[in-house]
Structures are given as structure tokens and as C-alpha cells.
């Protein structure tokens, strides 16, 4: 199975959307525990209510060489428990580096899925699609964070701002390939490389809802991953509405630091019940 | 002193613009070698020629968490030979979590410099520019891969391909600040930036000569990182004639891998002297 099968089977079977985010921050979680040891404990406990889990690399790295230990402690756990794992690593690089950053992540942790920077192009995405035909890789397209919109937003239509005007250039996209704000452009360039490989995805955060309409045309049937719900203050309902019918949403911070207490794991296992719960209300 | 300042200053001393790149790939290596231990051996035998080390994080994280633990050795013997480190991560993540990257490697591995991705904004690149203001992030600007000109090159004006269309560009840009390619757009963000934190450079590939007079006049001032040289078939007297005063440009396979067997350290050396005098004759 590929992972994009595993993820919609479990979306089926649990009937939930929700990606756990693994981000450990020693200055947040409950004294005295290890960073592999307070995210397997989150792990095992909202297993149930999650369709993946998605380890951002930041966290583990800045904790050193014995933070890219307990990733791997991390990753192996989520093959225990059999549950999809995206890898949030963002790493983009030109070709023969992007097979090393391949092997690392989907070779020696053996993720089922990473985040890919689609900002020096096809060349540092191809290597990943290539590694694993099963694999699934999420090009950044619309980030949730508030100056995503930058550089992403920019065209010689000027920003997008309102769904009028992403209706507008959604139109435009089927006429004219390379038009449009540059995450439409980053939206058709994964739309050409899954033609060819069948394992891309797209980051659209849920903070960016005037976007959604327009990327899923000029992508479409491409999965997607969407951060932002949460701290963030991303849209649910639009998510639910507007994403793909396989949409996989993350929520990082709400669950693991749900309380910071010895009761952190019950407390994140209510949280996620909750996060599933208030999305496919919305659907 | 700021990490510019002790480029600039090994520049001077040394007559040598040249960063040796550490890209260590156990395929190509001579056998039964640590990578920390090629690294090293290559960083001393290297060093007199060399304004600075970039080790590219790909090569040690293929290697898992023993590939870490072999960059956090490879950063400590740059401290120990007194030679500037950048660090080559083109990391790109939102505020909070750029905030731990900037943690893992200018805090953790120490790193004097690191390569940073705009695609997500200022947002993504401010958090390494307060983490410490002596260090250097090099922000990608105009890549030096063939796919780099996809997106970098996009905008109302298509793409620019010759010198003419780049003089024209680099005029509009002091008209119109949100005109031009992405690369332009890219680089005045980084410029804005310098203006407040003073510790901004740009990532201007060697294969993109006709980027470089429009990007100087967008970013009047930074420091440069010059990859594209040697293996990707760069243009060195272009680098020599167009960068700024103190542009650091960057050679690894070149070097590393002048020869593959025992020789392997005096061979580098060589190599390396090499592309300091080739430079040098260019200026």
C-alpha cells in the first residue's frame, strides 16, 4: 500500500482527519521526561483518534545529536503502532543533495511522507519522488504562517485576498500555466510532477481559505496537508468544506500541550478526540 | 567580531575568497573513513586556503544520528582551526520553529553562518537574525541549479535570460520595490532585513551571471555565497568581477574528491590552492 492508501484507510476505519504534529519543547512539556519519551507517550494515546503523526525536525535537532536519536526512537514507534508518519523537514536542495536529504529521511528513518520547499524547483523535489514510489511528498504551496503570503502571494495580478479573486484566477490558471500568484504556479508544477510520479502533495495552510478553491483547481486530486488549525487560528470549517476528500489536518501545540502536568497524555488523547470530532462536524 | 568581519578579515590575510565545501558521500570517499574524520582531515589541509568551511547538513543527516553527532565534531574542529563555519541548511519554517532551528545551529552546533529558504516569508528568516546578532544567514535568493530559474525567475517580466533584460529589471527595481523576478523581490526583503539586523547575505549562484548586477543593485551591500562553481560549471570570472568586495564563493566535489585514495588531504589542498589563485587572476 502507499501511504496515501494507509492514511485514507485509517481515515476510513477511525473516521478522522487529524495529524497529531510532534513538536517537543523541553521548555513546555512536563519536567523530567525525554523527548522520545514524551512523544511516544502522546503517541500511544491519541493513536486512536489520528490518521498520522508529523514530527517536525526543528524540534529534535535542537536537542542535538541525541535529538536525532529520539527522532529515530520517534519514527519507529509510529511503525509500531502502525500509523502513517509525515516528517515536517521543509528541506530543499539541489538534486544530488536532495537524494542525500531522500536517503536520510524516507531511507534511514524510514517516514512514510515529508515536507518538501518547492523554492529551487522541480530539481529538489524529483529526487524524494524517486527514492520511494510509495512514499508521499508535500510541496509547500500556501504556508500557514502570516508572511506566507510574501512571496507566495505575488503575481502580476497582485494578492489574492478575497475568493473572488481567487475564483478568478483559478479561471485563468486552465488558460494560462504560468499566470497567476506563485503558489498556483508551485500548485500546477506538483500537479505536472504527479502525473508522472503519482506520490505529491501540497501544504495549504487553514489559514489561507480565499486559497483553497484555486489550488485544488489548478492540482487537482492531489492530497493535501493543513496546518494552521489551532494556535494558529486557521479556519476548520473551511478545511472540512473545501479540502480534498482524503484533506489531512494538523494540530501541534492544542494536543501535546493540552495540560503539562503527569496527566499530559490523557489529556492530549481528550484533545485529539476533540480536534476529530469538531472537523467532521464541519464536513 | 561579526562573522563577516572574520571572513573579510581571512580574506585579507590570506588572499582567498574561496569556502571549501564539505559534502562527504561514503560512495565517494576513500574506504573505511569516518566522515568526521575525511571532514577533518580535509579541513586542516584546506584551511590555509580558505576563507571558510560549509558543511551541507544532507551528507551528515544520511548518515543518522552518528551523522550529527559527526557534524557537531566537524563544527568544533572549525572552532578549533579558527576558521568561519557556515553552515548549509537552507532551513525555512515558520516563527517558533525557526526559533529551534536557530537553537540547533547557531546555538547547539555553534555554526557561524547558515543558509536559510524564503519561500515563507521574513517570518522564516528573522527568528536566526535575533538568535545572534554576530552570525550570518544567507538567504537563497538566485540558486544556482538548472530548475532554480522556475519560480526565482518568474514575474510579470517572464523570465530573464540575457544581461539587457537584467539591466532593465535592476532599474525598475528601484522603482517599483515590488516589481521584477522573485529573486529581486527576494533579495529587497533581504536588504530590508540588513537595514534592521545588520547580519543578512544572499545565496547568488555562480550559474546565474546574468542575475548578479540586478541583484547587487536590489541588495546594495550584502554579503554573497557563491555556490555553482567547479562541478555545476559556475562562472568564476563573472563571481570575481560582479560580486561585492568580500563574496565568498564555495567549491566541494572539486576538492574533496581530487583524489579518492590516500592522497586525498594533500590532493584537496592542491585543488584548493588552485581555486584560490584561479579566482584571484580573475579579479
Redesign the interface.
Known amino acids: 500500500m502507499t501511504t496515501r492508501q494507509r492514511i485514507q484507510d485509517r481515515q476510513q476505519r477511525l473516521a478522522t482527519h487529524l495529524c497529531v504534529g510532534l513538536?517537543p519543547?523541553p521548555a513546555l512539556m512536563p519536567p523530567a521526561l525525554e523527548i522520545e519519551d514524551f512523544c511516544v507517550a502522546v503517541m500511544e494515546a491519541t493513536a486512536p483518534f489520528a490518521c498520522a503523526f508529523k514530527p517536525?525536525v526543528?524540534?529534535f535537532?535542537?536537542?542535538?545529536?541525541?535529538?536525532?536519536?529520539a527522532?529515530?526512537v520517534v519514527c519507529q514507534a509510529a511503525r509500531g503502532l502502525d500509523v502513517p508518519l509525515i516528517l515536517?523537514a521543509?528541506?530543499?536542495?539541489?538534486?544530488s543533495?536532495?537524494r542525500?536529504?531522500a536517503?536520510?529521511?524516507l531511507?534511514?528513518?524510514g517516514a512514510d511522507a515529508l515536507t518538501v520547499?518547492?523554492?529551487?524547483?522541480?530539481?529538489?523535489v524529483t529526487p524524494f519522488l524517486e527514492y520511494n514510489k510509495d512514499a508521499l511528498s508535500y510541496v509547500?504551496c500556501a504556508?500557514?504562517?502570516?508572511?506566507?503570503?510574501?512571496?507566495?502571494g505575488?503575481?502580476?495580478e497582485g494578492e489574492v485576498s478575497e475568493s473572488r479573486s481567487s475564483d478568478r484566477l483559478s479561471a485563468r490558471a486552465e488558460d494560462a500555466p504560468?499566470a497567476g500568484p506563485?503558489y498556483l504556479?508551485?500548485a500546477r508544477?506538483a500537479a505536472g510532477l504527479s502525473r508522472s510520479f503519482g506520490n505529491v502533495g501540497l501544504v495549504v495552510g487553514a489559514t489561507r481559505p480565499e486559497a483553497m478553491a484555486a489550488v485544488r483547481n489548478a492540482a487537482p486530486g492531489l492530497a493535501w496537508l493543513v496546518p494552521g488549525v489551532g494556535a494558529?487560528g486557521g479556519d476548520l470549517a473551511a478545511v472540512a468544506q473545501q479540502g480534498p476528500g482524503d484533506v489531512v489536518f494538523n494540530v501541534s501545540r492544542g494536543i501535546l500541550y493540552a495540560r503539562t502536568d503527569g496527566e499530559f497524555a490523557a489529556a492530549a488523547a481528550a484533545a485529539a478526540k476533540g480536534w476529530r470530532d469538531a472537523f467532521n462536524d464541519r464536513r
Not at 535537532?61 to 536519536?69: L, V
Not at 504556508?143 to 507566495?152: A, C, D, L, R, Y
Open positions: 513538536d519543547d517536525n526543528a524540534f535537532e535542537a536537542c542535538g545529536w541525541q535529538g536525532w536519536k527522532l529515530e515536517d521543509k528541506r530543499g536542495d539541489i538534486g543533495t536532495a542525500r536529504y536517503e536520510a529521511i531511507g534511514r528513518l520547499s518547492p523554492y529551487l524547483g522541480a530539481d529538489a509547500l504556508t500557514s504562517n502570516p508572511s506566507g503570503i510574501e512571496f507566495q505575488s503575481s502580476d504560468s506563485l504556479r508551485v508544477m494558529q
